[in-house]
C-alpha cells in the first residue's frame, strides 16, 4: 500500500503544483519518502509520522480524505451490500469477507486480512 500511496501522493503534487508539499509518511523511514517525493516531483517535500498532528493542513487534508472514504464506502455498500466499516479490526468486515466466494474488486487482495481468511484448514477439506 506504501507504493500506491507514494503514487497518489506524488500524481497530487504534479496536479497542484505547491512550492513545498508537507505529507504524512507511511514510510518507516520518513525522509526515503521525501527523497522520492522531491525525484518524482521537482518540488519540495516534507514527510513526517504524524504530520497531521503537527501541520494544520495536513490534518486539514487527513479530514477531507475521511470523509471521501466514508462516502465511497457507503456506494460500494449500494452495490455489495453491508460490509461494515471495511477496517481489518471491523468484525462485521471480516465476516462479510469470509462468507464471499470470490473477493469483490475493491477489496485489497495483499491484505493479512484476506490472506489469513484465505488459508485453508483442515476442515475444509472433509
Excluded at 32 to 39: I, P
Excluded at 72 to 100: C, N, V
Amino acid at each position: 500500500i506504501n507504493e500506491i500511496l507514494k503514487e497518489c501522493y506524488a500524481e497530487l503534487i504534479r496536479r497542484l503544483k505547491p512550492e513545498i508539499a508537507l505529507v504524512d509518511s507511511p514510510d518507516v523511514k520518513p525522509e526515503r519518502l521525501a527523497s522520492q517525493l522531491r525525484e518524482m516531483t521537482n518540488v519540495e517535500v516534507i514527510a513526517e509520522h504524524r504530520a497531521d498532528d503537527r501541520y494544520p493542513l495536513v490534518s486539514s487534508a487527513s479530514i477531507i480524505a475521511k470523509v471521501e472514504r466514508d462516502r465511497e464506502i457507503e456506494a460500494l455498500k449500494q452495490s455489495f451490500g453491508d460490509f461494515g466499516s471495511g477496517y481489518a479490526s471491523d468484525p462485521r468486515t471480516r465476516d462479510y469477507l469470509k462468507k464471499l466466494k470470490e473477493i469483490p474488486p475493491f477489496v485489497r487482495k495483499r491484505w493479512k486480512t484476506i490472506e489469513r481468511l484465505s488459508q485453508k484448514s483442515i476442515t475444509d477439506f472433509l
